[in-house]
């Protein structure tokens, strides 16, 4: 079984910019979670969708960052516009019903100008 | 509130020699724990996994960890480290399927030769 996707793996934008990463779970998971990383905050929840429905937004993250899931094999997140401060790995993981143990992709580092 | 805390941000460890990387958590109930690793430039991939039942777990590459609710605590442990270990490893915690995982905030495994 193909693990997660995600795409692109480096993207650099200006500030301002709009940017959309893209992430593919296992098949047949239906948890889907986006976080950020970076070296002072650690890992964050940005969003988590159960069956694509979305279960948690992330609070602090809400007003330029938004997770969607399409359907059940692609999700997107878009940060609108972009700020310096957004410079991190942006990390997709899944799992399936029940299960806890997340699968996690190989990342997308973003760079922001 | 749950919590994760590793109070070790580095470790520095000569190959071959043994391995304890420390995780404290919090919570009043029956916990679920995970032990996740992450290699430069990659996700994080799933270690091994306690779910209540034996407190010593076994995990991949000569990986264990053992749950003490005593203690509540949840260490890492590896009998002979090998270069290839060197990467940040992460402790997390859930309360069970409908819940988040509570991350922890990650400890450097150096290993010198």
């Known amino acids: 079984d193909a693990g997660v996707t995600q795409t692109p793996r480096h993207e650099v934008a200006e500030k301002g910019q709009t940017i959309i990463l893209k992430c593919e779970p296992v098949s047949g998971h239906n948890d889907l979670f986006w976080y950020r990383q970076t070296k002072i905050q650690g890992l964050e929840l940005l969003s988590y969708f159960r069956s694509k429905s979305l279960m948690e937004d992330g609070g602090a993250f809400k007003d330029r960052f938004k997770a969607e899931m399409l359907n059940s094999s692609f999700s997107t997140l878009k940060i609108q516009p972009t700020e310096p401060k957004d410079s991190a790995v942006y990390l997709c993981a899944s799992s399936s019903g029940g299960a806890l143990e997340q699968y996690f992709g190989p990342g997308t580092r973003l760079t922001v100008l | 509130a749950q919590s994760v805390t590793q109070p070790d941000a580095r470790v520095t460890v000569s190959e071959g020699a043994s391995l304890q990387l420390r995780c404290k958590y919090s919570?009043?109930?029956?916990?679920?724990l995970f032990w996740y690793v992450q290699y430069p430039r990659q996700g994080l991939q799933l270690l091994l996994k306690?779910?209540?039942?034996d407190p010593v777990v076994q995990g991949v590459n000569g990986f264990e960890a053992e749950f003490s609710k005593s203690n509540s605590s949840f260490h890492l442990r590896k009998a002979s480290v090998h270069w290839s270990d060197w990467a940040v490893y992460f402790c997390a915690v859930s309360m069970g399927s409908n819940y988040q995982l509570i991350w922890g905030s990650g400890t450097k495994l150096i290993i010198k030769p």
């Open positions: 919570y009043f109930g029956t916990p679920y």
């Open positions: 306690y779910y209540p039942g």
